[in-house]
């Protein structure tokens, strides 16, 4: 089966997919923290905080799904082989 070159743009967008996984990584811990921080003080300071960092957090998130449209059009490759790519590969 052929497949066409993946565009320019596809790299450019895996690379800032990339850049918002590294961003996205080191949160993971202060979301936690702050919400531990926050169930266990239940003060306004660390609601506040904790918010300010889950959303940090969301939008980075929400950043990295919207690239996924994107990347699929720019990989070059048919639905098909995307379709299998989608399937879920569990041994057993």
């Given at each position: 089966m052929d497949y066409d070159e993946p565009s320019e743009r596809f790299w450019q967008l895996i690379e800032e997919a990339k850049?918002?996984?590294?961003?996205?990584?080191?949160?993971?811990?202060?979301?936690?923290?702050?919400?531990?921080?926050?169930?266990?003080?239940?003060s306004e300071a660390d609601?506040?905080?904790?918010e300010r960092v889950e959303g940090e957090a969301r939008e980075l998130v929400a950043r990295h799904g919207a690239l996924d449209e994107e990347i699929r059009a720019a990989s070059g490759l048919p639905d098909e082989a995307l379709a299998e790519l989608d399937k879920p590969n569990i041994p057993g």
């Open positions: 850049q918002i996984q590294e961003g996205l990584t080191p949160l993971l811990p202060k979301v936690a923290e702050a919400r531990r921080r926050y169930m266990r003080s239940r609601r506040i905080e904790m």
